[in-house]
């Protein structure tokens, strides 16, 4: 097996090697910035935004209560000059800055901050984070469930520059909560004239952020240009942004060294050592997790066995080190390293301990048992799976790998489905498939982003996962302030998600960019934001 994939990788190096090789040129004059990081965005309404692409945009768009730091160190105040939080840690009170202005020069207020927050809880929207965001919220959850009127979301404007938020539950890290895009102001009068699709015309984008959107074309690109009633504007160095779309990394690599392309977030996995050579190769860590998805309601994937089998018979270890050319580390839980534990300073892996051993031939003879025990001895009556994945050469190529470990360890034929980024996400999200690749990186440093993926009121909960066992672990560690409380549950959570195989980790992301020589002080963040503020040539 591993010969037959190494045969297809060494003959595509070789194809690259009869391309020749080329340093990345700038692509465009100094000021402005060409970059690629994904597919035409699903969505650029922020509340309805679930990709870490879309979100890319969204923070050079807008601003929330705070904002990443452009040089992706960290969080800092943004809208919010300040804050107070009450002694049980339930009500936040927000002081808002006198200065901050949407790009058509319109006051950005605490009234606009409740419309959002509250749009984010209504029922009738019902973006993919609205119960992840909403349970954060008191009556979020009964508000999105019709159990109460969306007046009575614990949001509330006391004056044009006070905003309080009270939570149902406390949460230490609710700082990292409130910057997340999905949380960004909206203009009301514009949501609501323009309806669902008022992101995608310039003319009707409004936003409150360091950029403003100066051309959208769905086909082609979009281009961003200085918001020049933006409070910090003095400090951004990249005047323009100019967002090309691309079917894949193999259409971007080309336009890079074609000189028509300044920075890119993703390599076909074989070009790795060229471009590494090349000295235009930079990788970055992240807090993420490369997974197969099973859908746990959709038989014969609603079996354990099943799962198990099929995550065993997956080389991880193969699949990093070699496609992937030792820029991702394999996976053995879907937690992955950098997540702090009860102390901090500790990590919520290593404490927790390695669910799937890195041994394959130990792992191929535990598969081959569990898909009997499941009742398909050797593959015998078991259907032909549906892989389903998005266009791109690495999943393409890792796609391929799994197909021929399935088929050569459990007997059981694979067809392989790809579907355009914007139809695969609303595919998989509404469990209308099989099995499809999966990903996820953290929204915060806090392991719940990862395991709140697979409660049951999730909507990004794209394994259509349930255990109430799960759901109650899940429950206890955000009902509490008491750290180590929340670790524990949060350990015992994990138990019972891996032990039910209801996902199957492959590898933990890194981010493999693609660089000009000439582009300076971009940066990048362990979430897989890219930051171009402060970006030069």
Same mark, same amino acid.
């Not at 860590?285 to 997974?291: A, F, H, N, R, V």
């Not at 595919?427 to 915060?444: I, P």
């Given at each position: 097996?591993?010969?037959?994939?190494?045969?297809?990788?060494?003959?595509?190096?070789?194809?690259?090697?009869?391309?020749?090789?080329?340093?990345? #040129?700038?692509?465009?004059? /100094?000021?402005?910035?060409? %970059?690629?990081?994904?597919?035409?965005?699903?969505?650029?309404?922020? #509340?309805?935004?679930?990709?870490?692409?879309?979100?890319?945009?969204?923070?050079?768009?807008?601003?929330?209560?705070?904002?990443?730091?452009? !040089?992706?160190?960290?969080?800092?105040?943004?809208?919010?000059?300040?804050?107070?939080?009450?002694?049980?840690?339930?009500?936040?009170?927000?002081?808002?800055?006198?200065?901050?202005?949407?790009?058509?020069?319109?006051?950005?207020?605490?009234?606009?901050?409740?419309?959002?927050?509250?749009?984010?809880?209504?029922?009738?929207?019902?973006?993919?984070?609205?119960?992840?965001?909403?349970?954060?919220?008191?009556?979020?959850?009964?508000?999105?469930?019709?159990?109460?009127?969306?007046?009575?979301?614990?949001? /509330?404007?006391?004056?044009?520059?006070?905003?309080?938020?009270?939570?149902?539950?406390?949460?230490?890290?609710?700082?990292?909560?409130?910057?997340?895009?999905?949380?960004?102001?909206?203009?009301?009068?514009?949501?609501?004239? /323009?309806? !669902?699709?008022?992101?995608?015309?310039?003319?009707?984008?409004?936003?409150?952020?360091?950029?403003?959107?100066?051309?959208?074309?769905?086909?082609?690109?979009?281009?961003?240009?200085?918001?020049?009633?933006?409070? !910090?504007?003095?400090?951004?160095?990249?005047?323009?942004?100019?967002?090309?779309?691309?079917?894949?990394?193999?259409?971007?690599?080309?336009?890079?060294?074609?000189?028509?392309?300044?920075?890119?977030?993703?390599?076909?996995?074989?070009?790795?050592?060229?471009?590494?050579?090349?000295?235009?190769?930079?990788?970055?860590?992240?807090?993420?997790?490369?997974?197969? #998805?099973?859908? #746990?309601?959709?038989?014969?994937?609603?079996?354990?066995?099943?799962?198990?089998?099929?995550?065993?018979?997956?080389?991880?270890?193969?699949? %990093?080190?070699?496609?992937?050319?030792?820029?991702?580390?394999?996976?053995?839980?879907?937690?992955?390293?950098?997540?702090?534990?009860?102390?901090?300073?500790?990590?919520?892996?290593?404490?927790?301990?390695?669910?799937?051993?890195?041994?394959?031939?130990?792992?191929?003879?535990?598969?081959?048992?569990?898909?009997?025990?499941?009742?398909?001895?050797?593959?015998?009556?078991?259907?032909?799976?549906?892989?389903?994945?998005?266009?791109?050469?690495?999943?393409?190529?890792? %796609?391929?790998?799994?197909?021929?470990?399935?088929?050569?360890?459990?007997?059981?034929?694979?067809?392989?489905?790809?579907?355009?980024?914007?139809?695969?996400?609303?595919?998989?999200?509404?469990?209308?498939?099989?099995?499809?690749?999966?990903?996820?990186?953290?929204?915060?440093?806090?392991?719940?982003?990862?395991?709140?993926?697979?409660?049951?009121?999730?909507?990004?909960?794209?394994?259509?996962?349930?255990?109430?066992?799960?759901?109650?672990?899940?429950?206890?560690?955000?009902?509490?302030?008491?750290?180590?409380?929340?670790?524990?549950?949060?350990?015992?959570?994990?138990?019972?998600?891996?032990?039910?195989?209801?996902?199957?980790?492959?590898?933990?992301?890194?981010?493999?960019?693609?660089?000009?020589?000439?582009?300076?002080?971009?940066?990048?963040?362990?979430?897989?934001?890219?930051?171009?503020?402060?970006?030069? /040539?």
């Amino acid at each position: 097996m591993k010969k037959r994939i190494r045969a297809i990788l060494a003959a595509t190096l070789v194809f690259v090697m009869v391309l020749g090789i080329m340093t990345g #040129c700038t692509g465009g004059s /100094k000021g402005e910035i060409v %970059a690629w990081v994904g597919s035409p965005p699903e969505t650029l309404d922020p #509340c309805m935004n679930s990709s870490a692409d879309g979100a890319t945009y969204l923070v050079h768009l807008f601003q929330g209560l705070f904002r990443y730091k452009w !040089d992706g160190s960290g969080v800092e105040l943004g809208d919010a000059k300040s804050y107070e939080i009450s002694d049980d840690g339930l009500v936040w009170t927000f002081k808002l800055r006198d200065d901050i202005k949407w790009s058509d020069g319109e006051k950005v207020t605490a009234q606009d901050y409740e419309y959002s927050w509250k749009r984010v809880c209504n029922p009738n929207v019902a973006g993919p984070y609205a119960e992840d965001m909403a349970d954060f919220i008191h009556n979020g959850i009964a508000a999105l469930e019709g159990e109460c009127s969306i007046e009575e979301v614990g949001v /509330k404007a006391i004056d044009e520059l006070t905003f309080e938020v009270t939570l149902d539950g406390p949460c230490p890290f609710f700082d990292q909560v409130a910057v997340f895009p999905v949380l960004y102001p909206v203009r009301k009068d514009i949501v609501e004239e /323009k309806g !669902d699709n008022w992101w995608n015309n310039a003319d009707n984008y409004i936003s409150n952020g360091p950029y403003q959107m100066k051309s959208f074309s769905l086909d082609e690109n979009m281009t961003f240009e200085i918001n020049s009633n933006y409070y !910090d504007k003095g400090k951004i160095k990249a005047g323009s942004i100019t967002w090309q779309f691309y079917a894949d990394d193999s259409d971007a690599l080309t336009a890079f060294r074609s000189g028509e392309l300044d920075i890119g977030n993703a390599v076909p996995p074989v070009e790795i050592p060229s471009l590494t050579e090349e000295g235009v190769l930079d990788t970055r860590p992240l807090l993420g997790t490369y997974y197969v #998805c099973f859908n #746990c309601e959709r038989a014969p994937y609603d079996n354990p066995l099943v799962r198990k089998a099929l995550s065993l018979a997956i080389d991880r270890d193969y699949i %990093a080190t070699t496609v992937m050319q030792g820029t991702f580390m394999p996976a053995t839980a879907i937690v992955g390293g950098g997540f702090g534990d009860v102390d901090q300073s500790k990590d919520f892996r290593k404490a927790g301990g390695d669910y799937i051993s890195l041994d394959y031939e130990a792992n191929k003879a535990l598969a081959k048992q569990a898909l009997a025990d499941a009742g398909y001895p050797d593959g015998a009556g078991f259907p032909v799976i549906e892989y389903m994945y998005n266009p791109s050469s690495t999943h393409q190529t890792i %796609a391929e790998v799994i197909a021929n470990m399935w088929e050569e360890v459990l007997g059981i034929r694979t067809e392989l489905v790809v579907q355009e980024w914007g139809v695969f996400l609303e595919t998989r999200r509404s469990g209308n498939y099989q099995v499809a690749r999966n990903g996820w990186l953290s929204d915060w440093n806090d392991a719940s982003s990862m395991l709140g993926l697979f409660t049951s009121n999730s909507g990004n909960n794209d394994s259509q996962y349930r255990n109430s066992q799960f759901d109650s672990y899940m429950a206890e560690a955000a009902s509490t302030n008491d750290r180590a409380k929340r670790i524990e549950a949060m350990h015992k959570a994990e138990d019972v998600l891996m032990g039910d195989w209801g996902c199957g980790p492959v590898m933990l992301y890194a981010q493999n960019y693609i660089v000009s020589k000439s582009l300076k002080d971009w940066h990048e963040n362990a979430l897989g934001y890219t930051f171009l503020h402060l970006a030069r /040539k």
